[in-house]
């Protein structure tokens, strides 16, 4: 569950040292000037993996189904049947607004 945040371990993407634990030696606060140089990395996301796909057609959705009619003790019952093969993902997307990273170490809100 959660798997939203990266897997690397010991390494903040946004601090300067790369080490994990220099957040105690900081006294826990860091700056988001110091985030700004040209060394670090943003903490803004402006794009991301889609979850859609684009069938033979060239529609695209989350999930495709197909209709088909199975005949039982002589009735005819239609099921959609889920397609799997020849689906092409629509790849990186563009997000309208930036959002912030799920590993940004810094406490944007406190209550």
Known sequence: MGGSGSKAKGAWPFSGSGAG???VANGNEQSVARLKSPRNATPFVFTRRSSLYYDEDGD???E???ETVVTKNGRKKSKLKRIQKNLIPQGIVKL????????FPIVLCEV
Request: hydrophobic share 30%.
């Open 21 to 23: 634990g220099d957040s």
């Open 60 to 62: 695209l959705a989350h």
């Open 64 to 66: 495709f189904y197909e």
């Open 96 to 103: 309208q607004h930036p959002c912030i990273h799920v590993d």
